[in-house]
């Protein structure tokens, strides 16, 4: 039992990653408002659409801000209206009605309000770009008698929930699978380098070439499974499995290159030629993967976050929240796949050793 440690270690975290990873609810979101756009010096009665919210329960502590994006204004303080006059409508719908000053602290004609709806029942929802506010005048000298209102005492407690993202909504759990999939079949298409040269360089042990295709052949299954969920993903996401995205495109070159590894395999009756040839292959497979996965979808535009030159994994992408599970989850993956890599060579081994035998 104590060498098998790993083994029961990768399932307790599979296990915990569909629990906690299926069964945490998202946070409080803005799924849409209406109207998205207002005038200088008119009121705005903007109807807001909530996700997983629960406006009823906390009607007597909502409160609303209209945040203005700071570039091109004339000052570098935080620009607020807060809502005037707030009615629930249901656990989903409100409406704000918010009153816009004669002239923006601004030399843009149209500016872009971030909305803030916050309540002791849900917490802070934040939506982006959610009202384009057009002034008929550019005055910067009155514009400094913004009414600014102050962001505080907002109830930001600390919950179990994972973040509320437009567009992925409950997708977002998808992260724990597709994403953990892809570094679980990196591991194991390294330790199939590892083996393969150990092959090469350690005098053409049979087990070696076994443990490096168990490997690669395991690797190979989780970058499918990554493709599926993938294809799954985008589905809900992007509206179509198969969007001929560059990274959807290079991923499949890229797990076609490791599928001719097998095909390379079975062209040689001779172990041990089969092996160095192998082995050699594996090398320059590893070396396209990586140049078709992560260097070549960002030189160009991709719908995956990560690309066009942003980094991936950051708090755009994760809120430490979800790192508790995510995290994890690639271990667990990792070990499950290492299992299946360990379960395969060693059933090789067995068929090398009853044909030695013979």
Known sequence: MKENWWKALGVIIIIYTFIAGLGAP????????????????KLLDLDVVGYNSHYTVGDETMRAWLRMDLANSV??????????????????????????????????????FTLIV?????????????????????NPAAAKAFPSATLDGVHNEWRFAFPYRTILYETIRNTYFHVALWFAMLFLFMRGIWFSGRYLFMGYDPVDDAKAMSFTAVGLLMGMLGLITGAIWATYTW???????????TTAIALLIYLAYFVLRDAFEDEERRGRVSAVFSVFAFVALLALIYVVPRLTASLHPGNGGNPALGSDDLDNTMRMVFYPCIIGWCLIGAWMANIMWRTRALEIKALDDE
């Open 26 to 41: 998202l946070k409080h979101g803005i799924s849409g408002v209406n109207p998205s756009s207002a005038q200088t010096g």
């Open 75 to 112: 000052d570098t303080e935080e620009f607020l209206i807060q809502a005037d006059k707030i009615e629930v409508k249901d656990e989903r719908n409100a409406q704000l009605q918010f009153r816009i000053p004669a002239y923006l602290p601004t030399t843009d004609k149209v500016k872009d």
């Open 118 to 138: 916050d309540n002791e029942a849900n917490g802070p929802a934040v939506i982006p770009q959610a009202v384009f506010v057009t002034q008929d005048s550019i």
């Open 239 to 249: 509206g179509e499995p198969w969007s001929n995205d560059v990274k959807q495109i």
